[in-house]
């Protein structure tokens, strides 16, 4: 049989025997707006590979059609937790921010404030310069971070993204001989 090689187009390495085809390598590098993506209760979750500011971050999220994520009560604050729980996942910036009154947090698309998972002792505002929230991958708690630091971030659509950036099952894939393969990147529960 013969043996053939390559990388697909989204940076993945594979190898194929004529039998199996095995895929190693995928370089989240290659494209700033890649992500990991779930679905739960009709609305689309997605966690960027990329660092970017809080702000940057919103932009982001909006350019895509969606927003920095808003969890609003348990349910979906688990939701996020699987997110969370997907190899390499790091702190991550949430849609929450007391930027125009301190102390008075909202969300960025302007749902109700009624629900939260902070830290114990945060928010703190601490040096009086946090102003955006985060969700820590240890805990999956919130803390209150400044506009300088780079996170990986977490979009919300409330519906399939236009530009089909991922399934509730992301999967990366490639054609071989006309036949397609991927691998998932969502762990089972």
Not at 3 to 29: C, K, L, Q, R, Y
Request: hydrophobic content about 30%.
């Amino acid at each position: 049989t013969m043996s053939t090689s390559g990388v697909d187009e989204n940076g993945f390495m594979w190898a194929s025997d004529g039998t199996s085809v095995t895929i190693t390598g995928h370089n989240p590098s290659r494209d700033g707006s890649q992500f990991y993506g779930i679905m739960y209760n009709g609305h689309y979750y997605g966690l960027s590979t990329s660092t970017k500011t809080w702000t940057e971050a919103k932009i982001d999220c909006e350019a895509n059609g969606g927003h920095l994520v808003t969890i609003t009560d348990e349910a979906e604050q688990k939701a996020i937790q699987k997110l969370l729980s997907f190899a390499g996942s790091s702190d991550s910036w949430i849609g929450a921010t007391d930027e125009v009154t301190n102390g008075e947090w909202t969300w960025c698309n302007g749902e109700e404030f009624a629900y939260s998972n902070w830290r114990s002792g945060q928010p703190d505002n601490y040096d009086s310069i946090e102003t955006y929230a985060n969700i820590y991958v240890s805990d999956c708690k919130w803390n209150d971070w400044n506009a300088t630091q780079k996170l990986t971030y977490i979009c919300e659509w409330e519906n399939m993204p236009s530009k089909g950036i991922f399934s509730e099952y992301k999967f990366y894939g490639l054609e071989y001989n006309g036949h397609y393969y991927g691998i998932s990147q969502n762990k089972l529960p």
